[in-house]
C-alpha cells in the first residue's frame, strides 16, 4: 500500500477544478475519522461543502467543516 505523509501536498478538488490543497492529516480514534487542515480558495470555503482530495490511491470524499470538530466535555 502506498503511503503519504505530511510531507506531501495533495489536491483539492470541487467538479474537477483545482480549488485548494490537503496540507495536513491524522486519523482521530476519538471520532474514527480522518481529520485534515485544507486550505481552499476563499469562494469554495463554506461549512458544508463537499470536496475530493485527489490521493494517489484513490479519490477521497471530504465535506469543510467549522472548528471546533468535538465539544469539550466539561470537569
Do not use: C, T
Amino acid at each position: 500500500p502506498l503511503e503519504i505523509s505530511n510531507e506531501h501536498q495533495l489536491p483539492v478538488l470541487i467538479d474537477g477544478e483545482v480549488v485548494g490543497s490537503m496540507n495536513a492529516m491524522a486519523y482521530s480514534p476519538r471520532l474514527d475519522k480522518n481529520l485534515s487542515y485544507v486550505f481552499l480558495d476563499i469562494e469554495h470555503a463554506q461549512v458544508g461543502k463537499e470536496i475530493i482530495i485527489s490521493s494517489p490511491g484513490a479519490d477521497l470524499q471530504a465535506k469543510v467543516v467549522d472548528l471546533p470538530w468535538l465539544q469539550r466535555v466539561k470537569k
